[in-house]
């Protein structure tokens, strides 16, 4: 009898932590984000846990969201002492006809460029490359703050946000909110506008919208996204936000813009660090 018949499949819950805080040791040299975000994740019912084990080990665990007819596959993990006898294949298949009983129509990960592992086993799988990202990262601390040329206001109202984003529409096909990214949808903006705050400056003229992670259950860090916006600008706008809006507990602001987009251009000229490159991957669910 092989590991994948002796299978039981089951919803997360917040009292397997311990066996996924010992699943997740080996990875990410020991730096994991899951067991940090499963307490969080399941009491906020934010998507949904799922587990496999055998004998009440868990072996494997997936997490996946929905948002509107777009379905997100995260944190996909299998015990190091199980990996190459199927089961993350066997999570999969138990994700694409979840997410096809939710209607959803397409399906998206993202993980890193070099990650051989994770490549194959979804190109396997009929996913395909829709996007190459690259994270981009500043301390706060590093910030220099300027004199101000503009005049910043920030805007806080969810209903003010989305009508801004109605207005300006954002050139990209998929948007990250947070570490997931989706088509551009009126629920899509509208996520986006419950989670976010604007910066903007007197002159309108631009601006620069804010995700503070610990909305998405996860640290304290901003996330941007921009456009447009030149180097010099966006230092007037990151001196803002450290004076005016960061607290002790915020650390670092983040963004990951597309590969070689003037974003990543402007995010270097001002100091960002650009470390892991990353693929978007995608599948279609049901023909329309
Ligand atoms: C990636 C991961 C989930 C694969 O789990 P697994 O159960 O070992 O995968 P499977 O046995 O179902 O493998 C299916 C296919 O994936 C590919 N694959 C899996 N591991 C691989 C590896 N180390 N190198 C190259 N290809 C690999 C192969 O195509 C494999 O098919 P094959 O065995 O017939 O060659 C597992 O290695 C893991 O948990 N890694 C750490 C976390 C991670 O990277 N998660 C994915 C990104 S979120």
């Known amino acids: ?113 070099k990650n051989t592992a994770s490549r194959n086993l979804f190109e396997k799988h009929g996913f395909s490359e829709v996007l190459r990202s690259q994270y981009c990262s500043i301390e706060l601390e590093t910030i220099t703050t300027n004199s101000m040329q503009e005049e910043f206001s920030i805007l806080k109202d969810s209903k003010q946000i989305y009508s801004l984003l109605k207005e ?41 919208l804010v995700q503070p992670s610990n909305n998405y259950g996860y640290g304290n860090d901003y996330q941007i996204l921009f456009h447009d916006i030149s180097s010099d600008v966006l230092k007037e706008y990151l001196s803002f936000i450290k004076n005016n809006i960061s607290s002790n507990l915020n650390k670092k602001i983040f963004c990951i813009p597309e590969i070689n987009s003037t974003q990543i251009k402007s995010l270097e000229n001002i100091g960002f660090n650009k470390s892991t490159s990353l693929v978007i991957l995608e599948r279609r669910l049901n023909p329309t």
């Not at 004998?55 to 997936?62: R, W």
């Not at 570490?179 to 002159?203: A, G, H, M, Y």
């Open 168 to 208: 300006s529409p954002m050139d990209d096909r998929l948007i990250p909110l947070w570490w997931r990214w989706w088509q551009q949808s009126d629920s899509t903006l509208s996520e986006l506008s419950d989670n976010s705050f604007i910066v903007i400056p007197k002159s309108h003229s631009s601006f620069v």
């Open 1 to 113: 009898m092989s590991v994948i018949d002796k299978l039981h499949i089951r919803n997360g819950v917040a009292s397997d932590l311990e066996q996924i805080s010992e699943l997740c040791k080996s990875i990410w040299n020991g730096r994991d984000f899951l067991p940090t975000v499963w307490n969080n994740w399941i009491s906020n019912e934010i998507g949904s846990f799922i587990v496999v084990e055998s004998e009440n080990q868990i072996l494997g665990v997936y997490h996946h969201y929905l948002l509107d007819s777009d379905s997100w596959l995260e944190t996909l993990r299998v015990h190091e002492q199980y990996r190459r006898q199927g089961i993350a294949q066997f999570m999969i298949k138990d994700y694409l006809e979840r997410s096809k009983k939710l209607n959803a129509v397409n399906s998206r990960l993202v993980t890193s460029i």
